[in-house]
């Protein structure tokens, strides 16, 4: 019977996480981390109350060292869970920079303080890959990463689970978490500017919240009973698998279905942004599901079960169309958090970040007739078949994944000193270690990037994970447009939805969004 630590408890994720873990017989009790805000000391109260004894509260923030601690004090497994997460992430750049990356080296060095060191399992995003389109949809552990410009959550999650694979914990994971959808979706989104974020043809692979929580709950089962080996020192991909592949597009339109709408009667196409966004489909998410057997739920089970939860969302489907349209989703568009509004303003960096260049807003199609949609297999440049580019391995004998540089076909025990060469030349550098154990993936090597920055990684780090330069490849700064030009394995997908003449380096001055440029009026494909 395991002692667990759970970060995030009162989120989507963590809520869930919990239940399950109360209803496993592995599970001895577990010690969940919560602010001390009315919210949350009512969701303390409401557990306690739920689960008695077996869930015990410390309240605190993860920003203090000391409450970590004795969040982790006796714990044998820590689950890391707790993010300042969009929109709220947005709006305050400064609290989820301190929460996300110095919250997760607090829990670090909480985990390793301990005598008997936890277990450490930490929840990443699918926001550190950054923006697809159709060109590249599929991803894997490994591929690059380029989180988008000003998403500061992604930026900072992405330095914090650098810090988790790069610590000498003794068993940790990293699982990026793919777009979730949870029971409080349809409402947040009608809240904040966040709904305009979502391109219209951006891949994406959702996973339920109720089966993101079982995960963790047969993470914790399958390794009391010692059947997890495998699993620690790696990174995953946590998706729905194919059945929950869709695009921006038809994801708003199951949800615009509850209250009798459509993503075409609500939205204007050029409302949301083209590219600057993150989601794509899974080529390894199954890997998960082989080792946990965690997935029951699919898109349109979850768009059921939100119908019969919330019957009032019925009601509105005797509203005309046009009405919540006017009293919903337009008010929203002068919310600090709509791309129309930044156009509006004339913030220069966001719109270049987001769309490219002001003349790209003029360009996209102000009817949705005209619109390519990748759902509908329309693309701008010709058409395809939707069911058949969502198979994994179809994309996969297409050559549609992208090169990590090296040999993959050998297996791990098999890497050597000339893989890790190949692997730095690919990324514009240089493996500077002489010598490895072949097949030792943990000790970290020397490498130098095309900047000429020296740093120690571990070989899993960089081939496996897909991180690089700690310096100039980590943002903030997001300087992806010119790190593209000298590292092939960035360039593979920059170019999809970045001209090869823009050269911005985009970054916060004084709290507000800053961009440099050498050129204006670039392309960009929707
Ligand atoms: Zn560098």
Redesign the pocket.
């Known amino acids: 019977m395991a002692k667990i630590a759970l970060t995030g408890a009162s989120g989507a994720m963590g809520e869930e996480t919990l239940k399950h873990l109360m209803a496993s017989d592995k599970a001895h009790s577990v010690k969940i981390l919560l602010l001390p805000d009315a919210h949350n000391k009512r969701f303390g109260a409401k557990v306690k109350k739920m689960y008695g004894e077996r869930v015990k509260v410390v309240y605190g923030d993860l920003v203090n060292y000391e409450d970590c601690k004795k969040l982790t004090d006796g714990a044998e497994y820590v689950l890391h869970v707790g993010a300042l997460i969009p929109p709220g992430s947005d709006h305050n750049a400064d609290r989820t920079r301190k929460v996300n990356y110095g919250g997760t080296v607090n829990m670090v060095k909480a985990a390793k303080s301990q005598e008997k060191e936890p277990k450490f399992v930490y929840i990443s995003t699918v926001a550190v890959y950054g923006n697809r389109n159709y060109m590249h949809p599929f991803g894997r552990v490994g591929d690059p990463l380029l989180p988008s410009a000003f998403d500061v959550y992604a930026a900072s999650k992405l330095r914090a689970e650098r810090f988790v694979l790069e610590s000498d914990l003794k068993c940790r994971a990293v699982l990026r978490q793919t777009a979730m959808l949870h029971k409080n979706m349809l409402m947040n989104n009608v809240k904040d500017g966040l709904m305009f974020h979502t391109s219209w043809n951006a891949p994406l692979e959702w996973v339920t919240d109720t089966d993101s929580g079982y995960l963790m709950k047969q993470i914790v089962d399958s390794d009391v009973d010692g059947k997890a080996d495998g699993f620690w020192q790696r990174v995953y991909n946590i998706g729905g698998g194919k059945d929950c592949r869709r695009t921006g597009y038809d994801t708003f339109d199951g949800g615009f279905k509850l209250i009798g709408g459509s993503a075409e009667s609500f939205f204007k196409p050029v409302w949301n942004i083209p590219r600057n966004f993150h989601g794509l489909w899974f080529a390894d998410s199954d890997e998960l599901e082989k080792m946990f057997s965690f997935r029951h739920d699919g898109v349109d089970d979850y768009w059921q079960r939100i119908g019969k939860m919330h019957p009032e969302y019925s009601v509105a489907k005797i509203m005309p169309s046009n009405l919540i349209k006017k009293l919903v989703i337009e008010r929203l568009l002068s919310d600090e958090n709509a791309p129309m509004r930044w156009v509006k303003e004339k913030e220069r960096a966001k719109v270049a970040a987001m769309f490219g260049s002001t003349e790209n807003i003029d360009l996209c199609p102000a009817e949705w007739k005209d619109y390519p949609l990748l759902c509908r297999g329309e693309l701008v440049d010709g058409s395809v078949d939707y069911d058949l580019i969502r198979d994994s391995e179809y994309a996969e004998k297409q050559g549609m994944l992208l090169s990590h540089g090296y040999d993959e076909s050998k297996p791990d025990e098999e890497l050597d000193i000339e893989d890790m060469r190949h692997a730095a030349e690919w990324r514009g550098g240089k493996c500077l270690s002489e010598s490895m154990i072949k097949g030792d993936l943990h000790t970290k090597l020397e490498w130098e990037?095309?900047?000429g920055?020296r740093f120690f990684s571990s070989p899993y780090t960089i081939l496996k994970a897909g991180h690089w330069?700690p310096?100039?490849?980590m943002p903030e700064p997001w300087n992806f447009d010119i790190t593209a030009k000298s590292i092939p394995f960035f360039a593979q997908v920059w170019y999809d939805t970045h001209a090869k003449n823009e050269n911005a380096v985009y970054f916060f001055e004084n709290g507000k969004p800053a961009g440099f440029r050498q050129k204006d009026g670039v392309s960009c494909r929707i």
Request: aromatic residues 0%; charged residues 10%.
């Open positions: 990037c095309h900047n920055h330069c310096e100039c490849c």
